[in-house]
């Protein structure tokens, strides 16, 4: 910008970047990141600009969407045959652990003194695709083709086949940023299914790993618990799978407990996610924070988390 | 005749745009670790080479691409971007007549600078992240210095 010519220097008079512009280029960048972290101002900024990034997304997508679609066209009958298979005896088999579902949720609702069974709490569900784009090396996001024109909000929770995935980090009108459980800076209120002991289940920057930080050493847990969503922090519904144990560690010395799970959900190949939407008033859905929003990254956890303590790693 | 006839626009505007591709395509994660910082680069380049073609400017809006591609806070890439090239402008004249080492040399320093200036924000905005895998891309970001002025130098009659 050769318009803020007020140069202190004019001996090289062809000075192209003068203290005066790059003063005005760093405050403007200091302001735009203050209204961004601070204020939530600049959503429909955000909102442009993804629409904007979104023919490059393609763009980068387009090889790996090709490739999909070649090998799809040219599939074998044998193969579209084996896969039919396959599908039907999976079919089968949820059909049949589906059976009693009906008599369960009566059963259920008799116990819980309810007169009729509870509707599902899922009311819509919306499959997408992951695009192939890095947003980050050492974060676990991701970006998926359908946004806020099919309806997916900012703080949606996303599944996968096995499990949870993670929720909605910023919606653009035709993709959305989806963060993974598993991100550094994602954490998940969860519960031990068989103890029903709640805590809160941290991502590692590893697509395989999570940990339990904040169980103390005697807490009622083991190697093989199933640990699900509790339904606290006003993001998850109550109940989906999201990680079994992987590793317990109890050193007397410490007070916490070193616990390891491993995500069900196949979070670094599935290549489809569900965003999902709840039954409002339900039991089992997520119940909204009563005031202030959760602070994006973390808005899976409650507010009052404890701090993280000083247990060597 | 006006010298703005010749400022290598176009080459600028397509090097960057092939950059943050190169930047945001997939890769397995051993490789993406010691992905360079393509964008950073070219603009370290065209600061250089072309000082006066893009000014401030140019940076500013490669380094808010960045922000909206990786999901980071609107302006943190600006910002490292903006003071990387500021330094490389103010100081084209030395660093053009460097032979090609010393050139990667310091194209490895602000390569760290803009990381280092990314890794204050990071802490700053609270998306803390201590690994120190992030500090590796400088290192192949200055081999690849060589690389890329050989390819750039091609787009435009250097001076």
């Keep these: 910008m050769v318009a803020f ?35 939530n101002w600049l959503e429909y900024a955000r909102y442009g600009l993804s629409a904007a990034a979104y023919p490059v997304q393609l763009a980068v997508n387009s090889p790996t969407a090709a490739w999909d679609w070649l090998r799809d066209s040219f599939a074998t009958r044998e193969t579209l045959r084996a896969q039919n298979a396959a599908l039907q005896a999976e079919n089968r088999a949820l059909e049949l652990r589906t059976l009693r579902m009906e008599a369960l949720q009566v059963e259920n609702a008799q116990l819980r003194a309810l007169r009729a069974a509870l509707p599902e709490v899922v009311v819509k569900w919306l ?3 992951v695009m192939n784009i890095e947003l980050s090396t050492l974060r676990q996001r991701v970006v998926v083709n359908k946004g806020a024109s099919a309806g997916v909000f900012k703080g949606q929770a996303v599944l996968a086949s096995g499990g949870l995935i993670g929720q909605v980090l910023r919606a653009g009108p035709w993709s959305a940023e989806v963060i993974l459980i598993t991100d550094p800076e994602h954490a ?7 103890s029903g002991l709640r805590t809160i289940a941290v991502g590692q ?38 990680a079994r144990v992987t590793e317990v560690g109890r050193d007397p010395g410490q007070p916490l407990a070193q616990v390891r799970a491993q995500p069900l959900a196949a979070i670094d190949r599935d290549r489809e996610v569900t965003f999902v939407w709840f039954r409002p008033g339900h039991p089992a859905a997520p119940v909204p924070l009563a005031e202030s929003a959760p602070p994006p990254g973390l808005a899976g956890a409650p507010q009052d988390a404890p701090p993280r303590p000083a247990v060597a790693p | ?11 600028m505007l397509l090097a960057a745009f092939i950059a943050l591709i190169f930047q945001v395509v997939p890769l397995p994660d051993w490789l ?13 380049y065209w600061s250089i080479s072309a000082p006066r073609a893009g000014g401030l400017f140019f940076p500013f809006l490669c380094g808010l691409a960045l922000d909206v ?20 402008i103010r100081m084209h004249l030395l660093i053009r007549n460097k032979p090609l080492f010393e050139q990667a040399l310091i194209a490895f320093a602000a390569l760290a600078l803009y990381e280092f200036v990314v890794w204050c924000i990071d802490g700053f905005s609270g998306h803390t992240l201590n690994s120190g895998l992030r500090w590796l891309h400088p290192i192949t970001g200055g081999l690849l210095w060589p690389v890329v002025c050989g390819l750039l130098s091609r787009t435009h009659r250097p001076r």
């Design chain 1, 127 to 129: 499959p997408a695709e």
């Design chain 1, 205 to 242: 920057g590893n697509a395989g790993v999570m940990t339990l930080p904040f169980l103390p050493v005697n807490s009622d847990i083991k190697v093989d618990d199933l640990l699900v969503t509790s339904g606290l922090g006003g993001v998850f519904p109550a109940g989906y799978p999201v």
């Design chain 1, 5 to 39: 010519g007020g140069s202190s220097r004019p001996v090289p008079s062809r000075v192209a970047a003068t203290g005066l512009s790059f003063t005005f280029y760093a405050t403007f960048a200091i302001v735009l990141m203050f209204l961004d972290q601070r204020g």
């Design chain 2, 32 to 44: 993406a670790l010691v992905r360079p910082a393509f964008l950073v680069i070219v603009v370290l």
């Design chain 2, 1 to 11: 005749m006006n010298a703005r006839v010749h400022e290598p626009r176009g080459a």
């Design chain 2, 69 to 88: 591609f990786r999901g980071a806070v609107l302006g943190e890439h600006a910002l490292a971007l903006v003071i990387v090239a500021f330094l490389a």
């Design chain 1, 188 to 194: 998940v209120p969860v519960q031990v299914l068989r």
